[in-house]
């Protein structure tokens, strides 16, 4: 129980430093990318940046997620890393009906 | 919208405007901001419902990334519970987005109206609500929680109870968030508390988590489709963000009550805007 929690608080660092980075990244270049959009100051890398910033967005909480995979591996939770990994699958999912 | 869309500054600026105004009044009403901001888009900007949600899926993104960030480590946030209810969450907004595409304008406007005139019930239903506290001596279990609350000083210990129907109402929230574009909580967060066992806080922190996760399924499939453009979802999300900063500042403590029953009338309004534009 002890070593449980100990890997819970490290997991729910490591997943808020993940998120903290995504926001900030995407955020700044929203910021960014639509003053330049507006200005019209490089219409090619304000569309880039944007873009870009959307990409960081979305990947961000997917990126958590296979944090938890890899930290549930590692105290070998076998039932968190099958529900974990269901997350995925559908987000794998959903890639797929996207595209095909 | 199609992708030719040129983003002018004043449109900008409105779909600014309009993140932030959302941003606060979820922020005030413990809602995410997607239920007011979708028929703003949609109702006011005649954007498509479509291209509403997946804007407003943007946002929910962003609010649950930025507010779990600042909340990770004070024990509010249940991560057992949100990945085991994730599963579910994310299940269900695959098959809603991919519903999505399948199905009329029309038809999500209606289930629109529908979930706004469900929101407003559940705003209602909450004036006068306070947290429980619960006996700090209840053994938390595998999937309970503890968590220090500031107002009692007191610790707060909790078990899960009746999982299937979180899982069911994760599922439904699942799909609802990706067809409507909002994050979901609304469903999850009373089923949570009321009938799981959950406190309020720890609910709606643990939703908070959940709907990142739900909300980018959704949103990569409108994305890959065409309907998430970044020149309008970038406003949109820093409105948002600034709208959530500043509402958590200025509604700290305040009595929202007023506030509550105002927006449940706008709720009404959006639901009959959405009844009687469904067929246009």
Redesign the interface.
């Known amino acids: 129980m002890n070593r449980d929690r100990s890997g819970m608080q490290r997991l729910e660092t490591t997943i808020g430093e993940v998120l903290r980075f995504g926001t900030i990244t995407s955020s700044t270049m929203f910021a960014i990318g639509l003053v330049m959009t507006i200005v019209g100051y490089q219409p090619a890398v304000a569309q880039l940046l944007l873009a870009t910033g959307l990409v960081i967005l979305l990947a961000t909480p997917p990126a958590r997620v296979v944090v938890s995979v890899i930290e549930y591996v590692r105290e070998r939770d076998w039932t968190f890393v099958l529900l974990t990994g269901i997350v995925l699958l559908a987000l794998a999912g959903s890639v797929v009906a996207a595209y095909f | 919208m199609n992708l030719l869309t040129p983003?002018t500054?004043p449109l900008?600026l409105i779909i600014f405007g309009a993140g932030t105004v959302a941003g606060a009044l979820g922020v005030a009403l413990g809602l995410g901001g997607g239920i007011f901001l979708v028929p703003f888009l949609t109702l006011v900007l005649g954007f498509p419902l479509k291209s509403a949600a997946a804007i407003s899926l943007?946002t929910v993104?962003?609010t649950?990334?930025?507010v779990?960030?600042?909340?990770?480590?004070n024990q509010l946030?249940n991560?057992?519970v949100g990945?085991?209810l994730?599963?579910a969450t994310?299940?269900g907004?695959?098959l809603g987005?991919?519903t999505a595409?399948l199905v009329a304008e029309s038809v999500l406007r209606r289930l629109f109206g529908v979930v706004a005139i469900a929101v407003a019930a559940v705003v209602l239903g909450r004036v006068n609500k306070r947290n429980v506290i619960l006996d700090p001596t209840v053994d938390p279990g595998r999937l309970g929680g503890r968590f220090y609350e500031e107002e009692s000083h007191g610790i707060v210990s909790y078990r899960v109870k009746r999982l299937p129907l979180a899982l069911f109402a994760s599922f439904i929230a699942g799909n609802v968030s990706s067809l409507l574009g909002i994050g979901g909580g609304i469903i999850k967060v009373p089923v949570l508390n009321a009938w799981c066992g959950m406190p309020l806080r720890a609910a709606a922190a643990t939703s908070a988590l959940m709907i990142?996760?739900t909300?980018?399924?959704?949103?990569?499939?409108?994305?890959?489709?065409g309907d998430?453009q970044?020149?309008l979802?970038?406003?949109a999300?820093?409105g948002v963000?600034v709208g959530s900063w500043a509402g958590a500042r200025l509604t700290y403590g305040a009595s929202v009550k007023w506030l509550k029953v105002l927006m449940a009338a706008i709720l009404v309004i959006v639901a009959v805007l959405m009844f009687l534009r469904s067929n246009a």
Request: glycine share 12%; proline share 4%; charged share 10%.
């Open positions: 983003l500054a900008a943007a993104i962003a649950s990334s930025a779990t960030a600042q909340r990770a480590g946030i991560l057992r990945m085991v994730e599963a994310t299940v907004s695959l987005g991919i595409q990142g996760v909300a980018t399924g959704g949103a990569i499939i409108y994305y890959g489709r998430l970044p020149l979802a970038a406003p999300v820093l963000q």
